[in-house]
C-alpha cells in the first residue's frame, strides 16, 4: 500500500494554496467545500496545495514549504507529493475517495463516475439515520456480535438496507422494529478453495468469509485469501477445527480434494 488513506477536517483551518491558474482554482473550490480556510504561502498550516504551472517556481515553492514541516501536494508533479488529492463520491455523510498515487487522476476520475452511477441519493440519508438509531440498536441486539451480524444481514445484497439501492427515510426504524433480515447463522462453516485467487470465492463464501469471528485455516492458505475476513476476525493455523469452535461464527478454510 504506498499510501495511508486518511480523511481530514479542515473546517475554519488554514490550507495554503499556491497558483493562479486552472487547476489551482479547481483545488480551492475543492477546500472551500470542506470548509477550509484558503491562504497564502506565510501562513502557519499543515498543508499545503501547490498548483504552480511554471516548474521551477513550482518546485522552489514546494521546498519552502517541505522546509517549515508542511505537507504538501504538487498538482501534475506527483514525485514530490507527501499526499495526494482522491476523486470524491460525496453521498455526505458518506465519503468515497479514489486514489492513484498521482499514477493517473483521469483514471481516479473514470471510477467516480462509475461509482457516481451505481450509489443511490439517498445513501447519505441511509447513514445518517444509522447514526441517529444507535441507542435503538444497541437495545435491539445488546451482545456486540450479534450486533454486527444483524447490520450486516441488512446491509448485505437484497437485504432491507441494502446500500445499492435507494431506501426509504423509515427503513431503519422498521428495520430496528422488527423486519431484520435474519443474520447468517452461528457455528462453524467450511470453505473449500478451488484456487487462491480471493475473486474466485463465490458470493455468499467472500460473505461468511468477512463475517466470521474466528478463522480456523491450514498452513498453504494464501494470505490474499485470509486478508478477505475482517481485520479483527482471530486467525488460527491448524490442520483441522476443533469440534466446538467458540460463540459466534467460525469458518473452517481449506483446499477441495484435500
Same mark, same amino acid.
Not at 500500500?1 to 494554496?17: A, C, E, K, N, T
Not at 514549504?65 to 504538501?72: C, D, E, F, Q, T
Given at each position: 500500500?504506498? $499510501?495511508?488513506?486518511?480523511? &481530514? #477536517? @479542515?473546517?475554519? #483551518?488554514? @490550507?495554503? &494554496?499556491l497558483g493562479d491558474g486552472e487547476a489551482a482554482a479547481a483545488k480551492r473550490r475543492i477546500a472551500e467545500r470542506a470548509g477550509a480556510q484558503i491562504c497564502g504561502e506565510e501562513t502557519q498550516a499543515a498543508l499545503a496545495i501547490v498548483a504552480i504551472d511554471d516548474a521551477v517556481e513550482a518546485i522552489a515553492a514546494i521546498a519552502r @514549504?517541505? =522546509?517549515?514541516?508542511? @505537507? &504538501?501536494n504538487a498538482v501534475d508533479r506527483s514525485e514530490y507529493c507527501d499526499f495526494t488529492l482522491p476523486a470524491i463520491v460525496d453521498r455526505d455523510p458518506v465519503l468515497i475517495a479514489i486514489g492513484t498515487g498521482g499514477a493517473s487522476a483521469g483514471l481516479a476520475k473514470a471510477l467516480?463516475?462509475?461509482l457516481e452511477s451505481l450509489l443511490p441519493a439517498s445513501l447519505g440519508q441511509l447513514a445518517t439515520a444509522l447514526y441517529v438509531a444507535r441507542g435503538a440498536i444497541r437495545?435491539?441486539?445488546?451482545?456486540? $456480535?450479534?450486533r454486527r451480524r444483524a447490520i450486516d444481514a441488512a446491509l448485505d445484497l437484497g437485504g432491507l438496507l441494502d446500500p445499492l439501492r435507494e431506501t426509504e427515510r423509515s427503513a431503519v426504524d422498521r428495520w430496528v422494529q422488527g423486519e431484520a433480515a435474519a443474520p447468517e447463522a452461528f457455528g462453524l462453516h467450511r470453505l473449500l478453495l478451488r484456487s487462491a485467487d480471493p475473486d474466485d470465492l463465490t458470493l455468499r463464501e467472500a460473505r461468511l468469509l468477512a463475517g466470521a469471528d474466528r478463522i480456523f485455516h491450514r498452513a498453504d492458505v494464501p494470505a490474499p485469501i485470509? =486478508?478477505?475476513a475482517r481485520a479483527d476476525a482471530t486467525r488460527i493455523g491448524c490442520d483441522a477445527a476443533p469440534g466446538e469452535p467458540g460463540e459466534g461464527a467460525s469458518i473452517d478454510i481449506g483446499w477441495a480434494g484435500r
Open positions: 500500500m504506498h $499510501s495511508l488513506p486518511i480523511f &481530514v #477536517r @479542515l473546517r475554519d #483551518r488554514p @490550507l495554503i &494554496v @514549504l517541505k =522546509a517549515r514541516g508542511i @505537507l &504538501v467516480r463516475q462509475r437495545a435491539r441486539w445488546p451482545g456486540a $456480535s450479534e485470509l =486478508a478477505r
